[in-house]
């Protein structure tokens, strides 16, 4: 029996320090790749029909912290594929949705006050890196032999330089691609350690003691047109 509470214990803390949610995918990383040539038609993202949402969680994948942040950018098309992509994220823009706080539980502590924290320089230091990007390095088809992705339609695995408080990690994750004569639609769920960007707030010695994840989830919801 006791062999068995250890193991339990164990399990626990593997699961603290994942956060324990099965609805993104985990992106593939690596050191930075050569951008992706601009080329073919320019479809501009428009932000009325986009979104950029992200999640994080507390230990144990409790408590999701939740909110919004804006982009612009563009995609170009060559032979009906995507051949690039550029999005400037605006880091000023992050905020947290109300219903992700409960202020009974914080201690009287808002989203607005979650907003500030973030954008201080305990997280993203906004005033010094106001803006992140993603730089699409390559888009190869989504092999269902191989691949795999909590989008049941994903129809393409995207690569591309994430960049925050100017320090850049490649990142390959599942897409979903649509593509009409005046449109482009690209739906994502993924998952990334903010570690690999130096954000290591929260996650100083045993990871049994953090309190906050050091993953974070990210839903992008991106139309571009013509």
Not at 53 to 65: E, I, L, N, S, T
Not at 201 to 225: C, N, R
Request: include cysteine.
């Amino acid at each position: 029996m006791k062999k068995l509470s250890a193991l339990t214990i164990v399990a626990a803390l593997a699961l603290a320090a994942c956060g324990g949610n099965s609805n993104t995918d985990k992106v593939q990383t690596s050191t930075a790749q050569e951008v992706a040539t601009e080329k073919g038609t320019v479809f501009q993202l428009d932000p009325a029909n986009s979104s950029i949402k992200w999640k994080a969680y507390h230990k144990g994948g409790f408590d999701p912290r939740f909110g919004t942040l804006e982009s612009e950018g563009s995609l170009t098309l060559e032979n009906d594929a995507i051949a690039s992509g550029k999005f400037t994220i605006d880091m000023n823009s992050l905020r947290t949705d109300e219903d992700a706080v409960d202020v009974a539980k914080t201690g009287g502590k808002t989203a607005a006050d979650l907003d500030g924290h973030l954008k201080n320089e305990d997280f993203f230091e906004v005033e010094k890196y106001p803006t992140s990007k993603l730089e699409i390095t390559s888009v190869r088809s989504f092999d269902p032999a191989t691949d795999k992705s909590v989008l049941a339609d994903a129809t393409n695995v995207i690569s591309g330089n994430l960049t925050i408080k100017e320090k850049t990690v490649n990142v390959s994750f599942p897409a979903k691609v649509s593509i009409s004569e005046n449109e482009v639609n690209v739906q994502s769920k993924f998952r990334i350690n903010r570690q690999d960007w130096g954000l290591t707030y929260g996650t100083d010695g045993d990871p049994k003691d953090w309190m906050i994840s050091q993953e974070v989830d990210l839903e992008f919801d991106i139309t571009a047109k013509k």
